[in-house]
């Protein structure tokens, strides 16, 4: 099970910590990623992270502003929003992946109910 939470309602230039709770499964065998859809939009990715942190990758659209990380002795993932903007705003979503991730959401084989995030300007 994948459990986010943390979104909310944040001004423009604000921060958010979103962090995805998860169970049932051997979470240090598993890559983690974030992804987000916005209303009328596609689903698209945020942020993956490794098995043990080694690397993490980011979109365009995020990098520099958001930081993914993982707690393998709780079985969480976090995505640390900085700088937010109004095109943030989106439901969130937190992934597994047993091949290694990647930025297409074919490559995750389970995923939690979302959390949303809303940027008012």
């Known amino acids: 099970q994948l459990q986010a939470s943390g979104g909310g309602l944040v001004q423009a230039g604000g921060s958010l910590r979103l962090s995805c709770a998860t169970s049932?499964?051997?979470?240090?065998?598993?890559?983690m990623g974030w992804f987000r859809q916005a209303p009328g939009k596609e689903r698209e990715f945020v942020a993956r992270?490794?098995?043990?942190?080694?690397?993490?990758d980011y979109a365009d659209s995020v990098k520099d502003r958001f930081t993914i990380s993982r707690d393998n002795a709780k079985d969480a993932v976090h995505l640390q929003m900085n700088s937010v903007k109004a095109e943030d705003t989106a439901v969130y979503y937190c992934?597994?992946?047993?091949?290694?991730?990647?930025?297409?959401?074919?490559?995750?084989?389970?995923w939690g109910q979302g959390t949303l995030v809303t940027v008012s300007s």
């Open positions: 992934a597994r992946s047993r091949t290694g991730g990647g930025r297409s959401g074919s490559a995750y084989d389970y």
């Open positions: 049932g499964f051997t979470f240090r065998n598993y890559h």
């Open positions: 992270i490794s098995l043990s942190s080694t690397w993490t």
